[in-house]
T-cell receptor, first 111, second 111 residues
Framework: GESVGLHLPTLSVQEGDNSIINCAYSNSASDYFIWYKQESGKGPQFIIDIRSNMDKRQGQRVTVLLNKTVKHLSLQIAATQPGDSAVYFCAGRYNFNKFYFGSGTKLNVKP | EAQVTQNPRYLITVTGKKLTVTCSQNMNHEYMSWYRQDPGLGLRQIYY???????DKGDVPEGYKVSRKEKRNFPLILESPSPNQTSLYFCASRGGQETQYFGPGTRLLVL
């Protein structure tokens, strides 16, 4: 099946710093990518998405960058807060209805 | 409140005893999907449904069945559960937009 890899399993940042979480994907036919946040005991929560015809998309305190040349996706969180502590994972879509997910990066925000 | 609900949230069963995990959404979404989440593997798609009576296999369909008789419900059926189906299961739905909304998860232990 398709796979999405993550560069680091755990990321620790200081409160107020910016966080960058990276993701690599293998399927060049993927047309849509999503970042999710998952807190302990809860289902994944949508953060931000980006279509393959875009390079960058910004939300509230979050930015997703897509580099199709090297099949790389990143999530930037500005001014990281303790409430941002969670597991973050990326997902890609192919064939419109099929999704594949990375295993996640655990973000620890130190006060 | 727009939501995806799953029942039960926790289930312990024995090998071979048929079980059903229910999933319901109140957003009139056409697309619904089931995933399992295992440590180090991320979410993997089991089955998905594009509309009533239309279902298709995801990446790991073996040992599972689904049905979509009504738009709001998408039950996951394990006819003869085995220990390797011990996992955390998530149901998700999406409508005209691409964002998937996930349920809270069902933790299944097969002894």
């Amino acid at each position: 099946g398709e796979s999405v890899g993550l560069h680091l399993p755990t990321l620790s940042v200081q409160e107020g710093d910016n966080s960058i979480i990276n993701c690599a994907y293998s399927n060049s036919a993927s047309d849509y990518f999503i970042w999710y946040k998952q807190e302990s005991g809860k289902g994944p929560q949508f953060i931000i998405d980006i279509r393959s015809n875009m390079d960058k998309r910004q939300g509230q305190r979050v930015t997703v960058l897509l580099n199709k040349t090297v099949k790389h996706l990143s999530l930037q969180i500005a001014a990281t807060q303790p409430g941002d502590s969670a597991v973050y994972f990326c997902a890609g879509r192919y064939n419109f209805n099929k999704f594949y997910f990375g295993s996640g990066t655990k973000l620890n925000v130190k006060p | 409140e727009a939501q995806v609900t799953q029942n039960p949230r926790y289930l312990i069963t024995v090998t071979g005893k048929k079980l059903t995990v229910t999933c319901s959404q109140n957003m009139n979404h056409e697309y619904m999907s089931w995933y399992r989440q295992d440590p180090g593997l991320g979410l993997r798609q089991i089955y998905y449904s594009m509309n009533v009576e239309v279902t298709d296999k995801g990446d790991v369909p073996e040992g599972y069945k689904v049905s979509r008789k009504e738009k709001r419900n998408f039950p996951l059926i394990l006819e003869s559960p085995s220990p390797n189906q011990t996992s955390l299961y998530f149901c998700a739905s999406r409508g005209g937009q691409e964002t998937q909304y996930f349920g809270p998860g069902t933790r299944l232990l097969v002894l």
